[in-house]
């Protein structure tokens, strides 16, 4: 098991659910011992599962994950750093997506996949569309519930692009997961 491929589905877990162990038990359907031999490289999930872990990501984020852990191949001293350069990344990349005008922007009620509406949480959800069903690229940031009222006052989509170009790289990549 590469450790940076780990270290990127548990952060993305961590972002997604209450625990790890809401993750592996209600949503993949399986017990720790299974779940910890996985994450020790020594058994295989499902195609079910793994497709399950995979879904934690956008195909966008999928594809960023990828090259985050390339580059940790290539320049062994990012290892440390992986995660923290991946949340960095998506942060820039949806920067420039909204600055090129081709980026929609918004705020959706953060859920658990297991559960239902958490008002702790928002998802800030950063999309291309292409209008073709299924390719659109998306990047989605959980962020503290109080970010929604620092935009919300002013009740503008231009408010919102400012906040994301001001504030999202700091409050994203600060959160603890």
Do not use: C
């Amino acid at each position: 098991m590469n450790q940076i491929y780990l270290d990127l589905v548990l952060s993305a877990i961590f972002e997604q659910f209450h625990s790890e162990q809401d993750f592996y038990q209600a949503y993949l359907g399986i017990s720790q011992n299974q779940w910890q031999q996985w994450k020790d490289g020594q058994n295989n999930l499902s195609p079910e599962a793994n497709q399950k872990v995979k879904n934690l990501f956008s195909d966008y984020e999928w594809m960023l994950s990828q090259k985050v852990i390339r580059q940790t191949l290539l320049f062994p001293e990012k290892r440390r750093i992986a995660v923290a350069e991946y949340r960095e990344m998506k942060t820039i990349v949806a920067q420039r997506w909204i600055a090129s005008g081709l980026a929609q922007v918004e705020m959706i009620p953060f859920k658990n996949k297991n559960e239902e509406e958490n008002s702790d949480f928002i998802n800030l959800r950063v999309t291309i569309d292409y209008d073709a069903w299924g390719y659109s690229d998306i990047l989605t940031f959980r962020l503290p519930a109080h970010v929604q009222n620092q935009i919300a006052s002013s009740h503008t989509q231009t408010a919102l692009l400012d906040w994301v170009n001001e504030n999202l790289t700091e409050t994203y990549t600060s959160l603890d997961d």
